[in-house]
């Protein structure tokens, strides 16, 4: 009986007591949904961090009223030597223990891009709290005023940095990502080209305070060299970029119709695959790549029958034409403009080359500018949407 | 001598979860530091010098028949030098669980535990280990019947879900390093493998003792192919360069999972493998310490001993290193030269003492 009694005990204690030494309590917690990271003109680094206000999020159904009216998330910034060393310094600011296991985006400030970033990544891949897969960013300009943005549809503007790049409409890349492309020789990296654009249209008089305001848009791709930002891709850049890593997922293309002048027609982009085979000729380093991609009509402005066998040749030229157009100008804004791999080629090559690349590793990039590049692309129709062919056509 | 009796699958599954435990907190690490995204030829070449020692120790103990390591050292070479080889034994057993505490707590501290401090893991470990050592072998070998489809399932779930972050052209090109530095990335694994040494005092134990060969094989095939499908999953994720500069790989491995953002942080499931491994791990070392013990000093029952054995595995997994780094350092340097004495140096300067002095029955047939 009295070994019963120990043994009930005993269990009671692993019950009531489990986990109470690490326990942390939601009310105790700051829990950082985004960071930025910013080079003040001096060389300090100033961390800003956009913490989430639990009560604010709760509300629920009814407390849509409440919630417009108070800050979803709260702001704060500190600087120091290190990385760690500001995130100290903002405990002297923050009354609770600052959590980053749910960061979602970290976005580094266009100066300290610039002075590189190498020294600022290791905090977050030391620290067991942020994860490797959130969201890396650069932001034209300071980190601090994205982070200090927010957002209209979401609750905060990390939360809606987040979900676009997870879209991946524009170019977005994981942590784990570019720290890979970083310690490669064979890859420089790149990131989501983050700005402030006012948003929002007022609606009805009174409005124009409340809806004109800036949100965080992506607006092309951050290219490094090395660790340091060299420059940016644009928007339509991007997009060959993304066919050229083998990364398009999603996205529309819109060329002009060949039997009506003036008149264009839009396909969505269903699937997509890349190839990239490097060569050795003697010394010289060449690539040949290959593009395949499957897409449906979405929009059609012409009158071309779409049933044609002969249109849709044309048309799936047309397409493959306007890939092609895109992986040539990113390509050449890589090599020309910017003299870097941003394409991960290196790495290819060295797959496949393992003796000649212990020999041209450390300076793949200018084996890259002098490459010999040829590019094939090959489209195909599948489908066409609802229609088969246009309603309206007066005959 | 021994009433508890086990049977076979029940040793190759104790034998399977020993190697276990310590390489998976360690092996892509340390042997993509040396072989990059080769860390999995390195691997093989562990585990076929692993045979190697798992059949030296088997053919040595088949030749003493119902005796442990500890009672023929004493046959071989005689009442009090055996003993003496028999506490070497005994301090390199106590190494192995001080060891294993260590590494168990100082990992645990950062990832899940920020505030607790280290000894109050670690004595929480020994304790739990201490009541299954109390238990003896019988008992250790049924509740390990129960934790390995636990453990192997866990980890296949893992592997399962982080298949769609993993890219196999990573492990491109092969055989890049060369073969010095595959053999020295194979090392570490090596010495982790070497542990199968802990089946000759398992030996007199078997109810079929003429399996003992076939036992040994089949948990290095296991475990083998256990760990290989980890590396590679490891090294697919990562890349070597990255890979390399993790303390703890699988752990980030695991971080990565994430699926239509909902399946995700399954860390809990990691620690589930880790210390249900790790109290098997843990208790069988604990065990084979204290019936060592009981054998060199001459006692009939090792129980008593299970307090002592467990006061010295505590203490010493405290104050055998200074930090983690200390740790990591011992770990991939001296580790595996100090662990191969003992797993293959010694065994085959007895099993050559045993052929020359014609001592112990015949060896086994090869047949079986």
Not at chain 2, 77 to 104: N, Q, S
Not at chain 2, 347 to 363: C, Q
């Amino acid at each position: 009986m009295p070994g019963k009694i120990i043994a009930i005990a005993l269990l009671l204690a692993v019950i009531l007591t489990g986990g109470c030494w690490d326990r942390r309590e939601l009310s105790e917690l700051a829990i950082v949904l985004g960071a930025g990271v910013d080079r003040l003109p001096g060389g300090r680094i100033q961390l800003t961090l956009q913490l989430a206000r639990p009560s604010a999020f709760g509300g629920g159904e009814g407390g849509a009223n409440v919630i417009m009216n108070q800050n979803i998330a709260w702001v704060v910034s500190a600087t120091g030597e290190t990385v760690s060393d500001a995130q100290r310094n903002l405990t002297l600011q923050v009354s609770r223990q600052l959590i980053w296991t749910h960061n979602i985006v970290l976005v580094f400030g266009e100066s300290a891009a610039r002075r590189g970033v190498r020294d600022l990544t290791n905090f977050f891949h030391r620290q067991a709290g942020p994860r490797e897969t959130m969201w890396v960013m650069v932001a034209e300009g300071e980190a601090k005023k994205v982070l200090e943005s927010h957002s209209e549809l979401e609750k905060t503007s990390a939360q809606s940095s987040g979900f676009l790049a997870r879209s991946r409409a524009g170019f977005s890349i994981e942590f784990i990502n570019f720290i890979k492309d970083l310690a490669s020789l064979g890859a420089n990296p790149v990131a989501a080209r983050v700005k402030l654009a006012r948003q929002g249209e007022a609606q009805g008089p009174g409005m124009e305070k409340k809806h004109k305001h800036n949100e965080v848009v992506f607006a092309g791709t951050a290219v490094f060299n090395d660790d340091r930002l060299a420059g940016w891709l644009d928007k339509s850049e991007t997009r060959g970029l993304l066919w050229l890593r083998g990364e398009m997922e999603d996205g529309v293309i819109t060329v002009p119709s060949a039997t009506a002048p003036g008149k264009k027609l839009s396909f969505r982009i269903t699937e997509s695959k890349t190839s990239v085979k490097p060569s050795l000729n003697g010394e010289n380093v060449s690539l040949h790549i290959e593009i395949s991609a499957d897409v449906d009509l979405e929009e059609q402005q012409s009158t071309e029958n779409i049933l044609d066998p002969q249109a849709i040749k044309i048309l799936e030229e047309r397409v493959a034409e306007d890939i092609e157009k895109r992986c040539r100008s990113a390509l050449s804004k890589a090599r020309d403009g910017y003299g870097v791999d941003i394409f991960r080629f290196g790495e290819l090559f060295h797959r496949k080359y393992k003796k000649e690349w212990q020999t041209i590793k450390h300076r793949w990039n200018e084996e890259f500018v002098n490459a010999e590049i040829s590019l094939a692309v090959k489209v195909h129709l599948r489908s066409m949407g609802l229609q088969a062919r246009r309603s309206s056509l007066k005959k | 001598m021994p009433p508890e009796k086990i049977n076979g699958s029940q040793a190759v599954l104790l034998l399977v979860i020993t190697i276990f435990a310590t390489v998976i907190l360690f092996l892509p690490g340390i042997s993509a530091s040396y072989a990059g995204q080769d860390a999995w030829i390195s691997l093989l070449l562990a585990a076929a010098a692993a045979a190697v020692i798992a059949l030296t120790a088997v053919s040595l103990g088949r030749r003493f028949p119902e005796k442990n390591l500890f009672e023929y050292l004493e046959i071989m070479l005689g009442k009090i030098p055996g003993k003496l080889v028999g506490v070497l034994y005994l301090c390199w057993f106590l190494y192995i669980a001080a060891a294993l505490v260590r590494e168990y707590g100082t990992f645990m501290i950062p990832i899940f535990f920020r505030q607790t401090p280290l000894v109050v893991l670690a004595a929480a470990g020994v304790a739990a280990t201490a009541y299954a050592a109390y238990g003896g072998l019988e008992t250790l070998a049924r509740a390990n019947q129960l934790f390995f489809p636990v453990i192997v399932g866990a980890s296949a779930v893992l592997f399962g879900l982080a298949l769609p972050q993993m890219d196999v052209v990573n492990l491109l090109p092969v055989l890049e390093a060369g073969p010095v530095s595959i053999i020295k990335g194979s090392l570490a694994p090596l010495s982790w493998f070497g542990e199968i040494f802990l089946i000759s005092v398992l030996l007199p134990y078997l109810n079929r003792p003429e399996q003992a060969r076939r036992i040994a094989l089949t948990s290095i095939l296991i475990a083998t192919s256990i760990f290989e499908l980890s590396v590679i999953g490891v090294i697919s994720i990562f890349g070597p360069s990255v890979t390399s500069s993790y303390l703890l790989a699988f752990l980030n491995g695991v971080r990565m999972i994430h699926i239509a953002n909902f399946i995700e942080r399954l860390e809990a499931l990691l620690m589930l493998i880790w210390i249900l491994s790790a109290g098997v791990k843990l208790s069988m070392f604990y065990w084979a310490t204290a019936l060592g013990s009981a054998q060199v000093m001459g006692l009939k029952d090792y129980r008593p001993l299970i307090p002592p054995v467990g006061a010295a595995i505590l203490a010493l997994s405290i104050f055998n290193y200074t930090s983690v780094m200390d740790l990591l350092n011992f770990t991939a340097t001296v580790w595996p030269f100090y662990a191969l004495t003992f797993e293959l140096a010694i065994p085959l300067f007895l099993l050559a003492v045993a052929a020359i002095r014609k001592i112990g029955g015949k060896p086994p047939c090869p047949g079986r």
